[in-house]
C-alpha cells in the first residue's frame, strides 16, 4: 500500500517507520524542512530505542521517504494518516488543541485524487473525525474518501516494539471500503494473530481515552495506597504483587512512584474531563486521578523536606533521573519539572543526571541547577540522593563509592528501586514510596 504520514513527531514517525517495515511504501511529511532535511540524513529527532536503525533500513530500502511536499505526497496515497500534535490548548483549560488536525485536514483535502482512506492517528476528542470529514467535503467536495480512527497505544521507550505487537490494533470506520484498506494495512500483524477491533469511529476516538485515563486511575490508585502503607508500616511492592496476582486487577501499573506524566496521562484525562463536561456527564473517577497526581507530587516534596530534617534551605540534593520515565528524553509534564523548582524555591541546591534527557530539561526547568556526568557526581557533597526516574544506569550502583561522596547518606528511591534492608546495611538512611 502506498501510505502518507503527515507528522513526523513520537507517534507519526514512529508508525510511518513501522508501516515501512511491514512493506507498506511510506512517505512522512512534516511542515518543519530542518526536521525533514535531518531525517532524510539518518538524524532521528527524538531518542526511541531501535527508531534511528529502522529508519535507516527502510529509507535504505525504498519504502520510507521524508518530504516537505504535502500536495505531492497525498495523491499517490490509497491512506493519509494524520498524526500532527494535539496538545493541551493553549487557554490551559485542559481542552485538546485541534488547529494542527484542522489545518492538516484542509491541506490534505485539496490534493485527494482517488479513493483515499483518512485516517485519525492522533489522539482526538470524540467527533474530530466527523469534523475532518466537514473540512475536507467543504473544501474539496469532489473528493472521493472515507475518514477513519486509528487510535495508537505507543509507549514512549517501548514505541517499536508496542507497535510490531500490539495487544489490539482499533480501527474505527464507517464504511466497508475503509475497513478493507485498514484492515490491509495491517495484514502483516495478522500473522501474529494481533486482534483487529473494527468498531464506529465515535467508539474508536473514545476507546484511546479511556485506555489512557484508566491507566492514569490505576497508577494514582497504588500511589495513593502507598501513603496508607507508609502510614501502617506496610509494603506496597508486596501488597501490589499480592493484588495483581488477581487476574481481574493485573500486575502492571501497580508501581507507586512521584506520579505519572508524560505527554499522553495529563493531556488525555484533561481532555477527557473536558469533552466529559460538554456532554453533562462525569467521570469523577478520573478527577480523583488528576487530583491525585497532583497531590503525589506535593507528598514527594514534603517526603524530601523531612528527610532534610524539615528543610531544603542550604541543602544540597542529588537528584537521579529527570525524564518522565526511563528510556526516552522526553519532559513533558516529568515530575521532576513540579518537584525540582519547588526544592529550588525553597533554597536547595541541586545536582541533576540524566542518561538522555538533560538537554531537554535544560529548556524546561529552571537555572541553577548543575548537570552532572553522572550519579556519582550527582553525589558529591549532597546532603541527600533522590532517584527520580529508573533508568537501568541507576540499578546497581555502588553504595560505597556514593556514600564516600555523600555529606550525609540519605537516599531517597521515589521508584522503590532498592531494597531497604540492603540500603540500610549499606549505612545508608533510607526511605521509597509506600515502604520505610
Ligand atoms: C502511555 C500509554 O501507556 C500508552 O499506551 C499511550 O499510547 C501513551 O501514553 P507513555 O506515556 O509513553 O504511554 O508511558 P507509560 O509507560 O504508560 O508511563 C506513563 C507514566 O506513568 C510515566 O510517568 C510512568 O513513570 C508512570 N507509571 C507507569 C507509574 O508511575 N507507575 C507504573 O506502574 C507505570
Known amino acids: 500500500m502506498n501510505i502518507t504520514m503527515i507528522g513526523t513527531g513520537y507517534v507519526g514517525l514512529v508508525t510511518g517507520t513501522c508501516f515501512a517495515e511491514f512493506g507498506h511504501l511510506v512517505t512522512c511529511v512534516d511542515k518543519i524542512a530542518d526536521k525533514i532535511t535531518r531525517l532524510q540524513e539518518g538524524i532521528i529527532p527524538i531518542y526511541e530505542p531501535g527508531l534511528d536503525v529502522l529508519v535507516q533500513k527502510n529509507t535504505d530500502e525504498g519504502r520510507l ?19 500532527v500534535g494535539t496538545p493541551s ?55 472521493d474518501f ?56 465515535e467508539t474508536a476516538e473514545l476507546t484511546k481515552y479511556a485506555a489512557n485515563a484508566f491507566l492514569a486511575v490505576k497508577i494514582s490508585f497504588i500511589n495513593e495506597i502507598a501513603g496508607v ?37 495529563p493531556k488525555d484525562t484533561l481532555a477527557l474531563m473536558r469533552l466529559v463536561q460538554e456532554h453533562g456527564e462525569n467521570v469523577r473517577v478520573v478527577e480523583a486521578a488528576v487530583e491525585a497526581n497532583a497531590a503525589q507530587k506535593a507528598r514527594m516534596i514534603r517526603k524530601i523536606r523531612e528527610m532534610l530534617g524539615g ?76 532517584l527520580m526516574t529508573e533508568w537501568n544506569q541507576y540499578r546497581a550502583l555502588d553504595l560505597e563509592r556514593l556514600k564516600s561522596r555523600m555529606r550525609s547518606p540519605v537516599f531517597i528511591d521515589l521508584r522503590n528501586v532498592y531494597d531497604p534492608q540492603r540500603m540500610q546495611a549499606a549505612g545508608f538512611v533510607y526511605t521509597g514510596v509506600g515502604r520505610k
Do not use: W
Open 89 to 143: 490548548s493553549r487557554r490551559g483549560d485542559g481542552y485538546a488543541d485541534l488547529t494542527y488536525i484542522y489545518e492538516a485536514a484542509r491541506e490534505i483535502a485539496v490534493h485527494l485524487q482517488g479513493y483515499t482512506v483518512v485516517v485519525d492517528k492522533s489522539t482526538v476528542p470524540v467527533g474530530t473525525a466527523r469534523q475532518v470529514e466537514r473540512i475536507i467535503r467543504e473544501t474539496n467536495p469532489q473528493a
Open 311 to 386: 528543610s531544603e534551605a542550604g541543602k544540597t540534593i542529588g537528584v537521579l533521573g529527570l525524564t518522565f520515565k526511563p528510556e526516552t528524553d522526553d519532559m513533558r509534564d516529568a515530575p521532576a519539572a513540579t518537584i525540582l523548582p519547588a526544592l529550588l524555591e525553597k533554597g536547595a541546591k541541586l545536582r541533576a543526571h540524566d542518561p538522555k534527557g538533560m538537554e531537554e530539561a535544560k529548556k524546561c526547568l529552571p537555572g541553577g541547577i548543575e548537570y552532572v556526568k553522572n550519579a556519582y557526581e550527582a553525589a558529591e557533597d549532597a546532603d541527600c540522593l533522590v
Open 229 to 265: 502503607c507508609e502510614a501502617v508500616n506496610a509494603n506496597v511492592v508486596d501488597l501490589a504483587r499480592a493484588i495483581g496476582m488477581d487476574g481481574r486487577i493485573g500486575s502492571k501499573f501497580l508501581h507507586p512512584g512521584p506520579g505519572y506524566g508524560g505527554s499522553c496521562f
Open 65 to 83: 521517504r521524508f518530504t516537505t511536499d504535502l500536495a505531492a505526497a497525498v495523491p499517490e496515497a490509497e491512506a493519509v494518516f494524520i498524526a
Open 146 to 201: 472515507d475518514v477513519a480512527s486509528n487510535p495508537e497505544f505507543l509507549r514512549e521507550g517501548a514505541a517499536i516494539s508496542d507497535f510490531m505487537r500490539p495487544d489490539r490494533v482499533v480501527i474505527g470506520v464507517e464504511s466497508e471500503k475503509a475497513g478493507q484498506v485498514l484492515q490491509e494495512i495491517y495484514k502483516p500483524l495478522y500473522l501474529r494473530e494481533t486482534p483487529i477491533v473494527s468498531t464506529t469511529i
